[in-house]
């Protein structure tokens, strides 16, 4: 099995920054993508970003020009670096990548156990 351990969560306040990392381990086979979901109280969980081994990003567009999402394909981490943080995005990040087989034949889904990010106003 894969673990996925983020790291970099906090409380800050609205404008500020804040970096979360992700990293992967365990039994690999090709991790072909990896990204960040958020769960804010109330709410359902949502995608924030993804990016691909081949370094295509997606991000939702609340956090486009704010949030940046990068990867170590040969470390196998992820990175989420959030500028210019607001109260909205205050929620517990969860870490997520998609492990591949040859041919993908079987694909596996992993989940972190999230980070706590706050935002004060």
């Known amino acids: 099995q894969v673990q996925l351990v983020e790291s970099g969560g906090g409380l800050v306040q609205a404008g500020g920054s804040l970096r979360l990392s992700c990293a992967a381990s365990g039994s690999i086979f090709s991790i072909n993508a990896m990204g960040w979901y958020r769960q804010a109280p109330g709410k359902q969980r949502e995608l924030v970003a993804t990016?691909?081994?081949?370094?295509?990003?997606t991000y939702v567009d609340s956090v486009k020009g704010r949030f940046t999402i990068s990867r170590d394909n040969a470390k196998n981490t992820v990175d989420l670096q959030m500028n210019s943080l607001k109260s909205e995005d205050t929620a517990v990040y969860y870490c997520?990548?998609?492990?591949?087989?040859?041919?993908?034949?079987?694909?596996?889904?992993?989940w972190g156990q999230g980070t706590q990010v706050s935002v004060s106003s």
């Open positions: 997520y990548a998609r492990d591949q087989t040859t041919r993908s034949i079987y694909k596996y889904d992993y």
């Open positions: 990016i691909t081994s081949g370094g295509i990003t």
